[in-house]
């Protein structure tokens, strides 16, 4: 079955570091890739996705580029906040039914010193 | 702006109660998920909706069950609450529009401590 493999944590940075989360993920078909966040105390809320092999995915200076031939989907920001901690998961769609499921990795917790 | 509510934020319930978790989305979405998140295994799905009175068993379906009566709610239900049921359950919801595969949109959260 579909399984997502991510870094584990917890991930400590001090501010303006540069992050990777690392992300690798097994499926059938052509899934879709996605990155949710988890900011203290709320549910989970899209960061970004891609759709297709070599898409880059991007908002708030968070990337990742959906790479098929090594089946990942890497998280990456340039200079990180205090502001970014929170608890970051992967996941894959495989969008073969109308019912959208997700397959989430175990997830990262973040945390960033000022 | 998009809204996914769930009834509670922290619940206490004991051991054999039986206990109702409700989600209510604003978004007109076809689907919705029930979840339940614990420290070092991620989300692991529960039950998931398609349609209103449809619902299929997700990864972890033992000792829950649901109900969708309405498009917009999405309850939860524990038959007879245990320990081992002690979570957090987080609520989902999705359209089956395409473009848009895989954009779920969580609630907050229901923090469970069976005692």
């Known amino acids: 079955g579909d399984s997502v493999t991510q870094m584990e944590g917890p991930v400590t940075l001090s501010e303006e570091a540069f992050l990777t989360i690392n992300c690798t993920y097994t499926?059938?078909?052509?899934?879709?890739l996605f990155w949710y966040v988890q900011y203290p105390g709320e549910g989970l809320q899209l960061l970004l996705k891609?759709?297709?092999?070599?898409d880059k995915g991007s908002n708030k200076g968070f990337e990742a580029t959906y790479r098929k031939e090594t089946t990942s989907f890497h998280l990456e920001k340039g200079s990180v906040q205090v502001s970014d901690s929170a608890v970051y998961f992967c996941?894959?769609?495989?969008?073969?039914?109308?019912?959208?499921?997700?397959?989430f990795g175990k997830g990262t917790l973040l945390t960033v010193n000022p | 702006d998009v809204k996914v509510t769930q009834s509670s934020r922290y619940l206490v319930k004991r051991t054999g109660e039986k206990v109702f978790l409700e989600c209510v989305q604003d978004?007109?979405?076809?689907?919705m998920f029930w979840y339940r998140q614990d420290p070092g295994l991620g989300l692991r799905l529960i039950y998931f909706?398609?349609?209103?009175?449809?619902?299929e068993k997700g990864d972890i379906p033992e000792g829950y069950s649901v109900s969708r009566e309405k498009k917009e709610r999405f309850s939860l239900i524990l038959e007879s609450a245990s320990t081992n049921q002690t979570s957090m359950y987080l609520c989902?919801?999705?359209?089956?529009?395409?473009?848009?595969?895989?954009?779920?949109?969580f609630g907050p959260g229901t923090r469970l401590t069976v005692t």
């Open positions: 909706s398609y349609d209103v009175k449809m619902k």
């Open positions: 978004m007109d979405h076809e689907n």
């Open positions: 891609a759709t297709k092999a070599d």
């Open positions: 996941a894959l769609s495989d969008s073969g039914g109308s019912n959208y499921k997700l397959t």
């Open positions: 989902a919801s999705s359209t089956a529009g395409t473009g848009d595969e895989g954009e779920q949109y």
């Open positions: 499926a059938t078909g052509y899934p879709s």
